[in-house]
């Protein structure tokens, strides 16, 4: 890090009245000690600062994805990737491909596979069995299913015999057998019984993402990843100074006794890296249609989804949380779902306030008109992913039909006067926040033209970037030091390669983050 920097012939977009339009910014020792013309901040050369010229290129406050999955973007990189392969035939073809590299019972590990590519049925354990005797276990692109072989099943004892655990499904066929695809809470359980990665694997993984997110403008982040090791991870990271973001590290629902017997509360931390919130699950998925609804899925007469949760048990575990000082995320895709986390963590919105906490719903992607009022009169923050908006219109549509409608509802919940904050859910989306915005105020995708869906929910430039930095720091308890470019604050900001403020919004897809700051330390330069 440099001790005194200035940068200059900027574009500043600040979210900050005092420091907006600004054309350089002075810092020293991390610090946004300045903010001026040209005329007033250049000077500062003669004492010492060192000069960047930004060459009137737009900053804007480095970005925050509040909500993604570090390590297993990192670790996504490494594995065999399924996300976009239109055919099984395709998906088959890089398997054998992968398993022919394979030692002798070496597990094949991959994940992005979508069946809402490949037709309405759900692929089989048959199909991997005649790729490799290996064990395969292989993650749905959403993440909540996962296909494994026969070998896998036999690896974690799972047969016949086996009754499906609370809030999961072991999916069987009619003579009583699994199939090969678990769901929610059974492909959870399964992952306690694949081989652990070793904790160097998992840094090298982390250290991965890291570098993938700095080149996309990103500074700092929600991360929802479970693994045990992570806390250990990012303090060893920031002990070494080879920590940049700012992770906001939530805490599994497995961790949470642990937790509390530490004395962690949410916020509790460094610069760098602080305790997050308590992680739950209300429900399922879209893509893999256990997402918790009112109604059935469209040309379906039983299947409401999955409760993962029971209102009882989240009424437990928020109680528990809220009176540890640690705030709550909740998980919710489905109507019922977002429901039941409003209403659950809504009963106890004085606790929250007292406490200073700030309770999330995470997605909260379909909503009943009636329910958005919620989150704005319980304290809850509407933590979501506009990528996902236009990746999942099609299967939103063909499944939920038209209560569509309030699925992503951005404007909506803005109008209600609610807190809005931008993530990727990356790896299962891409993390580039260039790609959400552009989703967020088109509510189209970048590779079809097709007409917006649902117009109505489009925002403007300023509202998705508001999002994804004063929203998003807000959420993860970074506001003070983060989210806008103010003085007084660390000096964490995105250099864009043009003004996606002054460009027709279908064409911010073509912009590029050139530069990253960090604490005033170019951390990427394109």
């Given amino acids: 890090m440099a001790d005194k920097v200035i940068f200059v012939n900027g574009n500043f977009h600040s979210f900050d009245r005092k420091t907006h339009g600004a054309q350089a910014i002075a810092v020293e020792d991390g610090l946004i000690i300045d903010a001026g013309t040209n005329v007033r901040i250049k000077p500062l050369s003669r004492r010492g600062f060192k000069t960047i010229d930004l060459k009137k290129q737009t900053a804007i406050p480095g970005l925050i994805d509040s909500h993604l999955h570090l390590m297993s973007l990192g670790t996504s990189f490494k594995r065999v990737n399924l996300d976009g392969v239109d055919s099984l035939d395709k998906a088959r073809k890089l398997l054998r491909e992968a398993a022919a590299r394979l030692a002798p019972g070496q597990w094949l590990r991959g994940r992005g596979w979508n069946k809402n590519l490949w037709g309405e049925k759900f692929p089989d354990k048959e199909i991997l069995d005649a790729i490799t005797p290996n064990p395969v276990a292989l993650s749905s692109k959403d993440g909540h299913l996962l296909w494994v072989n026969s070998a896998a099943l036999k690896h974690a004892g799972i047969d016949a015999n086996t009754p499906d655990p609370q809030g999961g499904v072991i999916d069987k066929d009619k003579n009583g057998e699994?199939?090969?695809?678990?769901?929610?809470?059974?492909?959870?359980?399964?992952?306690?019984?694949?081989?652990?990665?070793?904790?160097?694997?998992?840094?090298?993984?982390?250290?991965?993402?890291?570098?993938?997110?700095?080149?996309?403008?990103?500074?700092?982040?929600?991360?929802?990843?479970?693994?045990?090791?992570?806390?250990?991870?990012?303090?060893?990271?920031?002990?070494?100074?080879?920590?940049?973001?700012?992770?906001?590290?939530?805490?599994?629902?497995?961790?949470?006794?642990?937790?509390?017997?530490?004395?962690?509360?949410?916020?509790?931390?460094?610069?760098?890296?602080?305790?997050?919130?308590?992680?739950?699950?209300?429900?399922?998925?879209?893509?893999?249609?256990?997402?918790?609804?009112?109604?059935?899925?469209?040309?379906?007469?039983?299947?409401?989804?999955?409760?993962?949760?029971?209102?009882?048990?989240?009424?437990?575990?928020?109680?528990?949380?809220?009176?540890?000082?640690?705030?709550?995320?909740?998980?919710?895709?489905?109507?019922?779902?977002?429901?039941?986390?409003?209403?659950?963590?809504?009963?106890?919105?004085?606790?929250?306030?007292?406490?200073?906490?700030?309770?999330?719903?995470?997605?909260?992607?379909?909503?009943?008109?009636?329910?958005?009022?919620?989150?704005?009169?319980?304290?809850?923050?509407?933590?979501?992913?506009?990528?996902?908006?236009?990746?999942?219109?099609?299967?939103?549509?063909?499944?939920?039909?038209?209560?569509?409608?309030?699925?992503?509802?951005?404007?909506?919940i803005l109008a209600s006067r609610a807190r809005l904050a931008f993530g990727s859910d990356a790896p299962i989306e891409t993390a580039d926040p260039i790609a959400g915005i552009h989703a967020a105020v088109t509510r189209q995708r970048q590779d079809v033209i097709r007409p917006s869906w649902y117009p109505e929910e489009k925002i403007t430039v300023r509202q998705a970037v508001e999002a994804y930095t004063r929203g998003a720091a807000y959420a993860c308890c970074y506001d003070y030091i983060a989210g806008s470019i103010s003085i007084g604050k660390r000096a964490d900001f995105a250099v864009l390669s043009e003004n996606i403020f002054e460009m027709k919004p279908g064409d911010i897809k073509g912009v590029n983050v050139v530069m990253t700051v960090i604490d005033g330390e170019v951390v990427f330069q394109k």
């Fill in 178 to 412: 699994p199939t090969g695809i678990l769901k929610e809470n059974a492909a959870e359980d399964f992952y306690d019984k694949i081989p652990p990665v070793s904790y160097s694997d998992k840094l090298d993984s982390v250290c991965r993402a890291q570098e993938h997110l700095l080149k996309l403008g990103i500074t700092g982040c929600g991360d929802c990843d479970e693994d045990k090791d992570l806390f250990s991870i990012y303090h060893e990271l920031d002990r070494r100074g080879k920590l940049k973001l700012r992770v906001f590290k939530m805490i599994p629902k497995t961790g949470l006794a642990r937790a509390i017997d530490f004395k962690f509360h949410t916020g509790f931390g460094t610069e760098h890296i602080r305790v997050g919130c308590l992680k739950l699950f209300a429900d399922g998925a879209l893509g893999s249609q256990t997402a918790l609804m009112f109604k059935p899925y469209e040309k379906s007469a039983d299947n409401f989804g999955v409760e993962t949760l029971k209102p009882e048990e989240i009424d437990n575990l928020v109680s528990t949380a809220v009176n540890a000082g640690i705030s709550v995320a909740m998980h919710a895709i489905g109507d019922k779902a977002n429901w039941q986390a409003l209403r659950g963590i809504g009963k106890y919105s004085q606790a929250f306030k007292e406490k200073g906490l700030r309770p999330r719903i995470e997605h909260a992607q379909l909503l009943r008109k009636s329910d958005i009022g919620l989150f704005e009169r319980n304290g809850i923050i509407a933590s979501v992913q506009p990528i996902h908006a236009t990746s999942d219109r099609d299967i939103a549509d063909r499944y939920w039909g038209k209560r569509s409608r309030y699925a992503y509802p951005f404007k909506s």
